[in-house]
């Protein structure tokens, strides 16, 4: 398909500005402005119109495939969201507002809606406070290690590093890195666990905290969660929670209880708001007792009249994370979603996400090897190492799967387990639309043994083949060029 | 309603299949004494009663007031069709494009918006967007660190102090030394930025236009800046590049800025848009997604993501950053917006902005207790010195249907009766005259 640049005529236009009301000023002098024009497109709204229409259709996406993308938790977005972010009311209104003298009460729903958010999100979790400011899941895990940072630094305990599994995405280890701590790696044992000989080995006075992800990524809960927490709380360290899987747990158990001390959530897998392609997300972080006082800047707060009004007042707070209150707009949607579901709603929606993935583990562990054969949380975790015995990787399977209409499961993560496909499910999808993907992964499985060159070939219905990625690395084209 | 379509049937079909007797046994994984303490969660509701609720609160929230704030964040017109274009589900219901062949639409979307970033800042790559303009400097800053092995940047005080105060918090665990530099009757002072550059100076940031609205060419700098082996990094506005020198053509290494102008609404702070843009020779070192055009085995031209040996996803603890998802869809609005606007509209509305704004001030500068600053020349917004208390008058305005302006002695010492004031295309000369007759009788009474 042609680019937008590529459909450009010279002279023709897409949209009219209102003619100017105001007399001619003095032209700005001419250092100061642009010799280069932007080279821009020039196409009617027409145009505009039916190429980014004709683009979406080239996307697979939930509301036209079954997407079960392990740890993405895409679970099907409800309409009804999309129609409260854009009430005028919310999105029309200018984020300095409430910070003008006076300006608190034109911004008292707004307020309101962050406020309630806040305590929902701890009440769920077990957490003390919460902030929804950070902007995304790995925005809130750098937002949380800086919490981390600033407490051990408020308790002069010197703190050199973070334990992290081998198992964990790799957003953990790059916001530790990023925060300033090293990263120590902590294997994962014969059983999908952390390998608790290695973890007691690596735990001592200059751990700074223990990033966990639970259920963890292998999409299995680990029973000795606990005893993990009690012993990095005897050397001073932190817990942090990475919300990734929370869609496996509402209500079945709380981060909080456990004994984590920070926890980010990612608005965009539990709490239904879209993907949209690739943000924008949410990441609120909540913390324990302790750590409530470093929360970052502004908090809402409620006045003894009931009123909401921004407290800076908080010469402990780490300071500004956010350019403002987070992404407000995904926080509506979230907010609306669990106004809806509610409490039997939100534990309802776990077990059926979990009762989802061991169907779909059940059905499909005598075709491909289980990472770990048992029960799991919302996720399942196979192998496709058999197939790869007869030249078909996961890579091939994956691309099988969007010949038949499926987005494909997460592929080669976690890192640990051979030729992975992650397949998170969802509590939405139906139980037909699994039993015809997994038919299709049996298929696939059946075909790797009597003609794997079709899965080599695969897709072959798509507009495009599969690209040469060694191309687009060595010699990088990263924009039109005139 | 949960959005759930398993029937108790097919419930008990898959339990089977399972070879567990009831849900429970899916969660015994789970030890007894780790269940919830509590979880004191409202009974759900329906879509209407959600839908009424809130809107009840969106009527809290004031939207009536004409507005003249801006400081980074704008109240540009948004045509309906990015608003239609960008509620398309096959849009926002997708994800990050890993699969390419079932991805086409997002991927050739993502190079378009790249190649418009490196269009409107006159840089060579930009990546596939990040999540606002302060975390978008604060990337730009450690890209500097990391390219240069040096630790001190010169930061000057005419760039957003939200976005400085981002900057400080990211960094408080790295020893990254900052120097701030002053604002001089609206402009960067040159004298202070030579007298702390040295070569230990891994970067030197500007804004364009600076906090007070000014515009400068800053050109001098970046000679200056490259001659002691530090990278130059701009903090810009995209509509104001319709017309203002671009960060390119003044030599600046990395450009980087608030998308949210560019068809974004302001949502109450969120979801915006941060943008980055480099030189060809920085690529390694960018943080973030980065799509590339590339062929299938026939020849086809296709989209990837690529150079992902940068990201966290595979170089863990070593990646350039930890992003992870960005604001495509915010810049897919972007993108839809410049589309829309095309070359010569977005001239045509960066010249709007300017004349508009040029009106105001002569009209603001007739009314008594008013003096409009003008050291410098400015785009869409500039300062008024007022004979009272910055904070009162804006309290008086809101009173009168105005929300009047952003008042400086907030983030500025000394300034408290320093009144920021921005206008777009939207503002008539009908509501500047009425603005300016208003703030006359909240300045006297």
């Known amino acids: 398909m042609q680019l937008i640049f590529e459909k450009s005529r010279v002279g023709r236009r897409g949209f009219q500005l209102p003619e100017t009301d105001v007399p001619e000023a003095f032209a700005l002098p001419d250092k100061y402005c642009r010799k280069i024009k932007a080279c821009l497109p020039e196409v009617s709204e027409l145009d505009v119109v039916r190429h980014f229409s004709n683009l979406s259709s080239r996307n697979f996406s939930v509301d036209t495939n079954f997407y079960p993308l392990g740890s993405c938790t895409m679970k099907y977005n409800p309409k009804f969201t999309e129609k409260i972010a854009v009430m005028p009311g919310f999105a029309d209104l200018h984020p300095l507002l409430p910070q003008l003298l006076g300006g608190g009460m034109l911004a008292q729903g707004a307020l309101e809606v962050l406020y309630h958010m806040e305590r929902l999100l701890s009440e769920i979790t077990g957490m003390a406070e919460f902030t929804v400011q950070p902007l995304a899941g790995a925005h809130g895990e750098l937002t949380g290690v800086m919490l981390i940072a600033a407490y051990h630094k408020n308790n002069s305990s010197l703190k050199k590093h973070i334990i992290i599994p081998d198992s964990s995405h790799g957003t953990n280890p790059a916001s530790a890195a990023i925060a300033g701590y090293d990263v120590v790696v902590v294997p994962t044992d014969k059983d999908g666990f952390l390998d608790m000989q290695a973890y007691k080995k690596a735990l001592n006075q200059e751990t700074a905290a223990v990033m966990l992800t639970c259920p963890d990524t292998l999409g299995l809960f680990n029973s000795k969660i606990k005893e993990i927490a009690d012993l990095a709380h005897s050397v001073g360290a932190l817990m942090y929670y990475d919300g990734a899987n929370l869609n496996a747990i509402l209500g079945k158990c709380r981060p909080g209880d456990i004994g984590f001390d920070v926890i980010h959530l990612n608005l965009h897998k539990t709490f239904a708001t879209p993907h949209g392609g690739g943000g924008p997300g949410a990441g609120p972080v909540g913390v324990c007792e302790k750590l409530v006082d470093f929360l970052p800047v502004s908090r809402v707060i409620r006045r003894i009249d009931g009123t909401f009004a921004l407290d800076y007042r908080r010469h402990k707070s780490i300071g500004y994370i956010a350019p403002f209150y987070g992404n407000f707009a995904v926080i509506l949607k979230a907010y609306s979603y669990i106004l809806m579901l509610g409490k039997s709603g939100l534990i309802e929606a776990s077990e059926n996400a979990v009762l989802s993935a061991n169907y779909c583990l059940a059905r499909l562990k005598d075709y491909y090897k289980p990472a770990y054969d048992k029960i799991c949380m919302h996720e399942c975790v196979l192998s496709a190492s058999r197939q790869l015995e007869q030249g078909v990787r996961a890579l091939d399977i994956a691309k099988y799967l969007i010949d038949k209409g499926f987005h494909p499961p997460t592929i080669y993560f976690p890192l640990i387990v051979k030729e992975a496909i992650m397949i998170e499910p969802t509590e939405t999808e139906s139980k037909e639309t699994l039993d015809v993907f997994i038919d299709v992964m049996i298929e696939a499985a059946l075909l790797a043994k009597t003609n794997p060159s079709a899965l080599h070939l695969a897709p072959l219905t798509m507009p495009i083949g599969r690209l040469d990625e060694t191309k687009a690395a060595r010699e990088p084209n990263l924009r039109w060029q005139p | ?445």
């Open chain 2, 1 to 445: 309603m949960n959005y759930i379509s398993h029937t108790e049937l097919e419930k008990k079909e898959m339990l089977k299949v399972i070879g567990v007797k009831g849900i429970d046994d899916l969660f015994k994984d789970i030890p007894d004494d780790l269940r919830p303490k509590s979880f004191n969660i409202p009974d759900g509701k329906s879509e209407f009663e959600v839908i009424e609720h809130l809107k009840l609160l969106a009527r809290k929230n004031a939207t009536h007031l004409t507005n003249f704030v801006g400081a980074g964040f704008y109240d540009h017109y948004i045509p309906a069709a990015v608003d239609a274009l960008a509620s398309d589900p096959k849009f926002y219901t997708a994800y990050t494009p890993y699969q390419a062949e079932c991805s086409q639409g997002w991927l050739q979307a993502v190079y378009e918006y790249q190649t418009v970033i490196c269009e409107l800042t006159g840089l060579g790559v930009s990546n596939a967007s990040l999540y606002d303009g302060g975390t978008a400097l604060y990337e730009a800053a450690m890209m500097a660190v990391r390219f240069t092995g040096r630790k001190k940047i010169i930061v000057d005080s005419g760039v957003n102090l939200i976005y400085r105060t981002m900057l400080y918090a990211y960094t408080s665990n790295l020893s990254i030394e900052f120097v701030e530099t002053p604002v001089v009757h609206g402009q960067s002072c040159r004298e202070d930025i030579y007298k702390n550059l040295d070569d230990k100076t891994a970067a030197v940031i500007v804004q364009n236009p600076n906090f007070f609205g000014a515009v400068d060419d800053f050109s001098d700098i970046v000679e200056r800046v490259h001659s002691k082996g530090a990278l130059a990094i701009a903090s810009v506005y995209p509509v104001s590049l319709g017309m203002l020198k671009s960060p390119g053509e003044m030599g600046f290494d990395i450009a980087t800025g608030e998308g949210q102008s560019l068809g974004i609404p302001l949502s109450f702070g969120g979801p915006y848009l941060g943008f980055i843009a480099v030189k060809k020779e920085y690529i390694r070192q960018m943080p973030g997604r980065i799509v590339g055009a590339t062929v299938d085995k026939d020849g086809r031209r296709g989209f990837v993501l690529t150079l992902q040996a940068r990201e966290q996803h595979i170089r863990r603890e070593r990646a350039t950053s930890n992003i992870c998802s960005n604001e495509a869809l915010c810049a897919l609005r972007a993108l839809i917006y410049i589309s829309l606007l095309g070359k010569v509209g977005l001239e045509e509305l960066a010249r709007l902005n300017y004349e508009k704004a040029e009106f105001a001030k002569s009209v603001l500068d007739k009314v008594p207790g008013v003096k409009v600053k003008r050291s410098s020349p400015t785009f869409n917004e500039f300062t008024l010195q007022l004979s009272k208390n910055a904070d009162e008058a804006v309290h008086r305005m809101i009173g009168k249907g105005f929300a009047c302006g952003f008042p400086l002695g907030r983030f500025y010492k000394g300034m408290d009766n320093y009144l920021l004031v921005a206008v777009t295309e939207k503002r008539t000369k009908e509501e500047i005259v009425n603005f300016a007759n208003s703030l006359e009788a909240a300045l006297c009474s």
